[in-house]
T-cell receptor
Framework: DAGITQSPRYKITETGRQVTLMCHQT?????MFWYRQDLGHGLRLIYY???????DKGEVPDGYVVSRSKTENFPLTLESATRSQTSVYFC????????????FGDGTRLSIL | TQLLEQSPQFLSIQEGENLTVYCNSS?????LQWYRQEPGEGPVLLVT?????EVKKLKRLTFQFGDARKDSSLHITAAQPGDTGLYLC??????????FGTGTLLAVQP
């Protein structure tokens, strides 16, 4: 089925470890986004991508790395996880510009001990 | 930095009551979107408003975009338990990025 899928759904890791969150979409949307959702902060943009090999920082990029070698995949890596990165992470995609709606995955709940 | 403040943050009401959620900013947006998010899922788009003063209805939900395109409201008439969820407004500006509000968590008790 077409859609946007995130994996894993749940992850527990320790501080200092590297962890990668995966995001895959089947619509061939140009734009993809990574957000974190924390109580009292709503959704905050970490990184986004306008196309394969084009990425840019969002509001809270520190401690995160992204890549986009293929249009359909947009992995997010925490190179050395910290407790402050415990959060729920959402990936989203949209076909183009002009404030078009974003389509979200179901999220990855990440806990860093 | 563009900010969107939502109020109230939390709302617990009885089935059948009416309610209004507000989304305010000092910035102008080209359009504003409303999403609903249920536990364990990502946000899902409810509506997009584009024109200042625009009103859109989705069954018992009424969305309004302020004349100056800086604020918006969501009114629910005769709330049902199925309306329970987190409501998020999101403003679109000159770029492709959305600025999300802080969210309103609604609980409708049967």
């Amino acid at each position: 089925d077409a859609g946007i899928t995130q994996s894993p759904r749940y992850k527990i890791t320790e501080t200092g470890r590297q962890v990668t969150l995966m995001c895959h979409q089947t619509w061939s949307h140009s734009y993809m986004f990574w957000y974190r959702q924390d109580l009292g902060h709503g959704l905050r943009l970490i990184y986004y991508s306008a196309a394969a090999d084009i990425t840019d920082k969002g509001e809270v990029p520190d401690g995160y790395v992204v890549s986009r070698s293929k249009t359909e995949n947009f992995p997010l890596t925490l190179e050395s996880a910290t407790r402050s990165q415990t959060s729920v992470y959402f990936c989203a995609s949209t076909p183009g510009t002009g404030g078009q709606p974003q389509h979200f995955g179901d999220g990855t709940r990440l806990s860093i001990l | 930095t563009q900010l969107l403040e939502q109020s109230p943050q939390f709302l617990s009401i009885q089935e059948g009551e009416n309610l209004t959620v507000y989304c305010n900013s000092s910035s102008v947006f080209s359009s504003l979107q409303w999403y609903r998010q249920e536990p364990g899922e990502g946000p899902v788009l409810l509506v997009t408003v584009v024109t200042g003063g625009e009103v859109k209805k989705l069954k018992r939900l009424t969305f309004q975009f302020g004349d100056a395109r800086k604020d918006s409201s969501l009114h629910i008439t005769a709330a049902q338990p199925g309306d329970t969820g987190l409501y998020l407004c999101a403003g679109a500006g000159a770029t492709n990025k959305l600025i999300f509000g802080t969210g309103t968590l609604l609980a409708v008790q049967p």
